[in-house]
């Protein structure tokens, strides 16, 4: 057990060293670099992040609130189909969203080009401002509050309604007085991953051009080729996520609700009639038409017009590329959460809260700011390595940056609490009496570990891989920044394709992308449902 507490701790300084060099980083300062950019940028990335949280947050609220109240609570046209299919948008990337968006969207796109052959040059308009990325982000992230609102409102009953009516409360002011307080933690939480989706993306913003403190990390390595001002602008937006989690879980453990441990799937649903009922049946599905359909219909119809071309040799080596890093990936991670929830399990106390806490905080960091972090602890290695290899004698060579094992330790970092919770909820499963009789009659750890944990947790973990591999795959940032040279995914493809508006070629890669990512999103519909 001593070994399990060292690998809990281990994993613990990984994910702290990136934050701790980055916090570090301020004792050497770049002034001609941030003159300038306090000249030019800074303000406007501040006012940029803050008008995206904001918008972000209220348009994922608007939407997935009421559609989880619908498909939760009362009974419509296609309900059954909308109640799964609104959470399909979740394997849409926000990036892909963007870029077909963009495509459809733009001056030069069918749109507006019919716009223009029917009514007039008078109606064209601009796909690129503030409200065009808050609409993109929204339309890929609202299935987070959906998703949980729709649980703690099934999870509710029928009950505090039927009161509230007994009351004198209408059907509207008992979904206002009554069900949406009590379903508020639930929807605090899923805006925050919404909102942390938001300030880590990286792909959407840069396809239109806004400026945001992803943008800005990537233009100070690559632009100024200065990665200690890269790690200043990732410690402002650290300070903003950390400060946003915070809040949310002050949010959450001020408040305190009670509900029925199990659902009661056959109780009567509210009946919609009438011009009510196709209402909601017509929003439901122009939701999931314009989230969905639409971005998927396009890809497929760019792929059919000439993107299948781009299936040669090179796509396939994007293909093994980023198949390879997503199930090594998987599989380190998988068993890292493993071995935490296994020491979560056996150390109960403030430390391994504290412990299993920092190791899984990760999935809420931006991939920009671990690889920063990351870059610049294998930086710090590098250089007392080659210290030792000079007095060795050895040829002096970078044994850390630039490889694989430095993308690697960011994805496992990222992914890490995403992994953790599948792992962490099979192994609650199993009683602790069952390991206590197999130590009694004389196993050892290993053979435990071996012919009753892994045996036992064996769906929690395929779950884990499934989410974390889909999660790599789709991952941006952090592989754009770091990747070594000749190990291009199908992510880096999309970002290299629409930098220079080239939306055609990004289809195929992109739809590659969403099909996979349908996979998790499936595993988590078949898990609401029980």
Known sequence: MGLLRSCALVLALVVGAPLLVIALSWGSVDADIWLHLAQTQLFRLLGNTLVLVLGVASSVLLLGVPLAWFTATCEFPGRKYFDVALMLPLAVPAYVMAFVMVGLLDYAGPVQSLLREYVGTAYSFSFRGTGAVVMVMSLVLY?????????????????????????GLSPLQGFLQVALPMARPAIVAGVALALMETLADFGAVAVFNYDTFTTAIYKAWYGFFNLQTAAQLASMLLVIVLAGLYLERRARGSARYYQNSRRRAAQARLQLNGPKAWLVSGWCGLVFLVAFLIPVGQLVYWIARGAWRDWDTRYLD???????????????????????????????????????????????????????????????????????????????????????????????????AAAFGPVETSLDRIKPSIPEAAAILGARPPEIVRRIYLPMLAPGLLTAALLVFVDVMKEMPATLLMRPFGWDTLAVRIYEMTSEGLWQQAALPGLSIVLVGLLPVIILVRRSAH
């Open 318 to 416: 994007l293909v093994g590329h980023t198949l390879s890093l997503a199930a090594i990936a998987a599989l380190i991670t998988v068993l890292a959460a493993f071995l935490l929830a296994l020491f979560n399990r056996t150390y109960k106390g403030v430390l391994s809260n504290g412990i299993v806490r920092l190791a899984t905080v990760g999935y809420a960091l931006p991939g920009s700011v671990l690889a920063v972090g990351i870059m610049l602890s294998f930086n710090w290695l590098d250089h007392w390595a080659a210290q030792l290899q000079t007095l060795l004698g050895l040829p002096v060579q970078p044994l850390f940056v630039g490889g694989v094992l430095a993308l690697l330790l960011a994805y496992t970092t990222r992914f890490l």
């Open 143 to 167: 299935p987070y509050v959906y998703m949980l609102s729709r649980n703690a409102f099934l999870a509710q009953g029928r009950e505090p309604l039927e009161a509230a009516r007994v009351l």
